[in-house]
């Protein structure tokens, strides 16, 4: 049988995305979050979709969403939300703050678990930390199950898999299209960003991963008839990569948010580590930060969204560093990506459909051919392949 999906953080700006995606594949999650009265309007919004799908469908009318009141100062709070078996999937971030509750709680739970995470340390500490308690229970945790860092996992596996053995290194950069800027990111991006942006960060280097300053390097790629720019970043396929090419010895990625900046990216980056070893300037940094920058506090509407896209390339390369093979994928708008990206693989987790436990990455946990298909359904495909529509890309996943 399989168990309750609770979405925890559903009336942030990606939890509510999220939400209506799963209601829109229908899904019929648990809505938690700390306030009562958001999550009763969250509700009342969702249900008109509720019903619309369920009219499609055949089916009758349904009992209202159930919502549970959590909240990550409170702990416990958040351990009562699951139970063995569930699929708890957070939103709540920033991460590297406020991620733990529910991490704990559902390795502590035996529960499946998946978050929306786009930060380096708390990918790492998902990896290094909480996936050993998680083999050990039976369960599977997807962290950065998102635009970040989802596509560049595609985007990488893709390109090796038609390099074959010979590839030993892979460089993988994530690009804006559109009319999106930095002042389109949502609170919680921007939050994320602050938080992370002076931590250590690393990278997969001689076979193994090691640390290293955000932004430490900066390359560029060919997309569209344009150069663009991409300073490095730690991402969930410095991780995963190496597991389904295991003769790999390096494992770059770049976020190109940034463009022209990119280059002050990487001096501020540089400035950022020697300041940090000055005593008493990382506390005054990250108080700043969460004075400064809030979590949710919005995003981009319905119409941004829709005038942005995602461009991702991964190149790889033999050790003579000669290129194997070029995969480039394009798409919608990353929000939109994640909150269906969030649905498709609480579906599929929740029916059983991952392989093996502990932390997963997107390739080991569905398999190529399955990420392959979710990510179109979710808006992001190699370029040049066709693309359903966005009422088709809904469609619920198979569980096989």
């Known amino acids: 049988m399989a168990g309750r999906i609770v979405l925890f953080g559903a009336t942030g700006y990606t939890g509510e995305l999220t939400a209506q995606a799963m209601v829109e594949r229908g899904l019929r999650p648990v809505l938690a979050a700390r306030s009562q009265e958001k999550l009763d309007a969250l509700a009342g919004r969702l249900g008109g979709r509720a019903l619309a799908v369920a ?18 100062t409170d702990p416990p709070s958040v351990r009562a939300l699951v139970e063995k078996g569930d699929v708890l999937v957070t939103t709540v971030g920033p991460f590297v703050r406020w991620g733990a509750p529910a991490a704990a709680a559902a390795t502590r739970a035996g529960a499946h678990y998946i978050d929306s995470t786009g930060e380096p340390p708390f990918v790492r500490e998902v990896f290094e930390r909480y996936g050993l308690v998680a083999e050990q229970a039976g369960c599977a945790m997807l962290t950065a199950l998102g635009y970040d860092w989802v596509p560049g996992n595609l985007a ?47 990278a997969f280097r001689d076979g193994r991963v090691r640390t290293e300053r955000g932004a430490k390097d900066l390359r560029s790629f060919r997309v569209g008839e344009r150069e663009l720019a991409g300073v490095s970043v ?43 070893k000055v005593p008493g300037v990382e506390g005054l940094w990250k108080a700043a930060g969460e004075k400064l920058v809030k979590g949710s506090t919005g995003g981009p509407d319905e119409t941004a969204r829709s005038g942005s896209g995602s461009h991702i390339v991964a190149i790889a390369y033999d050790d003579a560093g000669q290129e194997l093979s070029e995969v480039h994928l394009t798409g919608v708008s990353g929000y939109t990506f994640t909150g269906r990206m969030l649905a498709w693989g609480a579906e599929r987790v929740a029916a059983g459909a991952t392989q093996g436990a502990g932390a997963l990455g997107p390739i080991d946990g569905f398999g190529l051919d399955a990420l392959t298909d979710g990510c179109a359904q979710a808006g992001i495909a190699e370029e040049g392949t066709a693309r359903a529509e966005a009422s088709a890309s809904m469609a619920p996943a198979s569980a096989g």
């Open 156 to 202: 990488g596996g893709l390109a090796l898999a038609r390099a074959g053995e010979s590839a030993v290194r892979i460089d993988v950069g994530y690009f804006v299209t559109g009319k999106a800027d930095p002042g389109s990111m949502s609170g919680g991006t921007r939050a994320s960003l602050a938080g992370v942006i002076a931590a250590p960060s690393f």
């Open 234 to 276: 730690g991402s969930s396929e410095h991780f995963t990569l190496p597991r389904v090419a295991p003769q790999l010895r390096e494992v770059n990625a770049y976020l190109g948010w940034f463009g022209p900046a990119s280059r002050a990216m990487q001096v501020m980056s540089a400035g950022m580590s020697v300041a940090m």
């Open 55 to 72: 009219a499609s469908e055949g089916a009758g009318l349904r009992e209202p969403l159930e919502t549970v009141v959590a909240d990550v």
